[in-house]
């Protein structure tokens, strides 16, 4: 099983300050990677698929990178609306298994 | 308007069944691979099943293997998830999702309590 590791757990940035969160997968996914945003009694929201490409209505400060087992989810600019808990997936071919990382808390200083 | 819409959740006894349905709207459900995922209070997310678009195969995690069952009927739009044998660690918000390689749809959750 592919185990996907998150870092930090929490993660307290200033409003309009950089947010940097990371996932790193126990092997090689190639880009088969995405991001996720779960904000309090909400279901989560596909931010970022394939490591780098935005979802459908994601503003641009959201940003993804890495490739391999190293894999990067940037906030430029935080605002008050992106508190929430964010979780890397991964969903290689093979195994064929879907697995997700324990999350990154984010939170306004 | 393209949305998922669970129900069936509730509070069961420890050794007893439900039977979770999720229909969608907006789209043909028949074009996709779906899934479960589940929700522990406060905990992660955890992958629960999978079935393909035509329902020709089927997977299960390892926690439900032999305890749950994923179908679905592509002409009335809906996906089903029988849970049978209940446990305490079954307790969680289950999510019907739909999958483009990534997870690009979720229903708002249906939650599960097993208890006495």
């Known amino acids: 099983e592919i185990v996907m590791t998150q870092s930090p757990a929490t993660l307290s940035v200033s409003p309009g300050e950089r947010a940097t969160l990371s996932c790193r997968a126990s092997q090689s996914i190639t880009t088969n990677l995405a991001w996720y945003q779960q904000k309090p009694g909400q279901a989560p929201r596909l931010l970022i698929y394939g490591a780098s490409t935005r979802a459908t209505g994601i503003p641009a400060r959201f940003s993804g990178s890495g490739s391999g087992t190293e894999f990067t989810l940037t906030i430029s600019s935080l605002q008050s609306e992106d508190v929430a808990v964010y979780y890397c997936?991964?969903?290689?071919?093979?195994?064929?298994?879907?697995?997700f990382g324990l999350g990154t808390k984010v939170e306004v200083k | 308007q393209v949305q998922l819409v669970e129900s069936g959740g509730g509070v069961v006894q420890p050794g007893r069944s439900l039977r979770l349905s999720c229909e969608a709207s907006g789209f043909a459900l028949s074009r996709y691979g779906m899934h479960w995922i589940r929700q522990a209070p406060g905990k992660g997310l955890e992958w629960v099943a999978v079935?393909?678009?035509?329902?020709?195969?089927?997977y299960y995690a390892d926690p439900v293997k032999g305890r749950f069952t994923i179908s679905r009927d592509n002409s009335k739009n809906t996906l089903s998830l029988q849970m049978s044998s209940l446990r305490g660690d079954d307790t969680a918000v289950y999510y019907c999702?739909?999958?483009?390689?990534?997870?690009?749809?979720w229903g708002q959750g249906t939650l599960v309590t097993v208890s006495s």
């Open positions: 999702v739909r999958e483009a390689g990534h997870f690009d749809l």
């Open positions: 079935i393909w678009y035509d329902g020709s195969e089927k």
């Open positions: 997936q991964q969903y290689n071919n093979w195994p064929l298994t879907w697995t």
